[in-house]
């Protein structure tokens, strides 16, 4: 059937590239539906409705379906389906070797091809295999170092440059001219450097060439924090784990030399080369892997290095998250080596006036359930970072948490007060453990002390909606102007509510309505008039606000068909 004929040329040439894509997924053809799944920025179901080979209806889970279209989604499943009619009538025309030719998914199908490629080369004479074999190696590089590492046990320099320049190769096709890899380039890239750590990578680290491994791998990892790419799917992050679990591997097979040069690498590339995201893999690395006498001294060195080069950062925020994050490791690597509580103390106060600093000493007194030295610091600290409104916060929690664990109470309540009146105004949770601290009598009265001293910022309708205070919340609502508080509760008012809903629903699309917009927005409106009708008496009044506008605006042509699809 000719079904194209039921779509827009430029929905079609949408979902012709997401047919090109791969972005059909779980397609499942009976005898009168189709249905697949369609990936992209956002997942989509569709269904095709088909009777004698002919579609009869469609739908879509998409916004621009809902409203009556057919979208791209549609004609995508469509275009995927045709395929696979086309592939299926081929297969049975020409009815070749299954095993042999066919996409081999799952381990029995690879076993079969497997056994199918054997019988053939089996039955090809040396001469041709050779030939063959020279034929192909020479075409394809990948393919010939790939068979070079198979081969040859040891690992050459040239043959580390040549597999370097096979990643630029890689890299260079897919960043094109514009130097960017789109999201649908992404994944093709990732696996494409995957399929170099998994072969040839995997080959040399089993056959003992581990600093050439070693090195490739890197040259992989540095690469993939400095491409410009669209990661929404987090393949950088996938193949950086991959690569990192390889180190982890290389540590327990590698001579104490080898180690040697695995932390001067590490240990060198902290130093901007690699990018910020990338950093926290050789960070965990240096300071949970290199566990022997021997680096103790490095990796002070080291540390004491970092704090150096943190201190010379231009930006204050950049400086005190460089400083603070580093001599807490500090910190940490003297308390694994059981430093005196003098050192641990000496270090502290050299840096006390890093907030990550005082907060880890904060953590020292509770752990030894110093919590009045605990409580002097946390006074300290709301004072010195008392333009941080988050660090006042975590501060007056921690408080918080300390009166608790003495069995202050009375500090303990007054505490929550302040947390849910100023430091974490309006915080769910907060009201609801201070809740816990009255009576249900009590509370009727310590609520609406609450909500005259909560500042304006608070959205004390959350908590309106928590005590079930419609009629408070429906004043809110009917006073907030535009549609975020309205849509927000809505579900909760609408039921005892619905003429005052109805009403700031027709108020809201009316203000819109007066401005002359695009198809989209007109949509919009639609989709809000659709909303309207499901309430109760909403549908009379849609059909009244629907009669005004088609007087009122109908020399608005986009907005006279948008509403033609009430």
Known sequence: MNWKKLFAVHILERGYDYYLENAVEN?????????????????????????SGEVTDMYCSCPYALDGRNCKHMAAVLYEWSENEREEKKEEKNAINTDLFQPAYTINAYKKKLTA?????????????????????????????????????????????????????????YLGRNHFISYYEADGFISELEEIIDEDVRRMIDNGNYLSAFEVMNYIFVLIGDVDMDDSDGGTGMLADRIYQLWLELFVKVSSEEKRKMFDWFTSHLDGSVIDYLEEYIEQIIMGEFEEKEYEQAKIDFIEDMIARSKRKDSDWSRDYGVGKWVVRYLELLKEKNASDEKIKEVCNRYWKNSSVRRYYVDICMKKKEYDHALQTLDEC???????????????????????????????????????????AGNLELYRELKKQYTADEWLVKREEIFKKLPVYAHVERL?????????????????????????????????????????????????????????????????????????GGSKLVEQIVAEWKIKYKNRPAMMDELRKL
Do not use: C
């Open 27 to 51: 397609l499942d053809v009976s005898d009168d539906i189709i249905r697949a799944d369609v990936i992209g920025s956002e997942d989509y179901e569709v269904e095709i409705f088909l009777s």
């Open 117 to 173: 490629v054997e019988d053939i080369v089996s039955g090809a004479n040396e001469e041709d295999v050779r030939s063959f074999l020279t034929a192909v190696l020479a075409k394809d590089e990948k393919l010939l170092l790939h068979f070079h590492n198979t081969i040859n046990k040891q690992v050459t320099r040239e043959d580390i440059n040549n597999y370097i320049r096979q990643v630029d190769i890689i890299a260079d096709r």
């Open 382 to 424: 709301i004072l010195l970072d008392k333009q941080y409104r988050g660090l006042i916060s975590e501060y007056s929690e921690k408080k918080k948490e300390i009166y608790l664990l003495q069995g202050n109470r009375s500090a303990y309540i007054e505490q929550l007060w302040k947390l849910v009146l100023e430091h974490e």
């Open 464 to 536: 309106y909606k928590e005590e079930k205070l419609y009629e408070r919340l429906l004043v809110y609502v009917l006073n907030s102007p535009g549609l975020y508080a309205l849509q927000e509760y809505e579900k909760v008012l609408k039921k005892e509510y619905p003429e005052q809903i109805l009403n700031k629903y027709k108020d809201e699309v009316s203000k819109m309505a007066v401005h002359t917009s695009d198809r989209k927005n007109y949509a919009h409106m639609v989709s809000l008039l659709r909303n309207m009708q499901q309430m109760k």
